[in-house]
Nanobody, 115 residues
């Protein structure tokens, strides 16, 4: 059974940084794409960043140049380094793992950016 556990969220002032972590278990981590989505209050869940098994990355336009996704296959963990945070980045951030046709989701971690 695949499990994804996020950590690292919290409250930060605008311009600050946070690093989110997502630890995966129950599957061979290194061969699957991973990523992060976010959902702000009253809005749909949207893609933030993805990283392939080979390390290729893709980002939402709104976070390019500020956020960096990375993975450590030895630790079965994917990270999201968030710099220059803005109040509009406030959301619940979810980790995903794509295994074939199925997508697994973590429980989410709250990120709040104060102005």
């Amino acid at each position: 059974q695949v499990q994804l556990v996020e950590s690292g969220g919290g409250l930060v002032q605008a311009g600050g940084s946070l690093r989110l972590s997502c630890a995966a278990s129950g599957t061979i981590f290194s061969i699957y794409a991973m990523g992060w989505y976010c959902q702000a209050p009253g809005k749909q869940r949207e893609l933030v960043a993805v990283i392939s098994s080979g390390g290729s990355t893709n980002y939402a336009d709104s976070v390019k140049g500020r956020f960096t996704i990375s993975r450590d296959n030895a630790k079965n963990t994917v990270y999201l380094q968030m710099n220059s945070l803005k109040p509009e980045d406030t959301a619940v951030y979810y980790c995903i793992l794509d295994r074939g046709p199925r997508r697994y989701w973590g429980q989410g971690t709250q990120v709040t950016v104060s102005s």
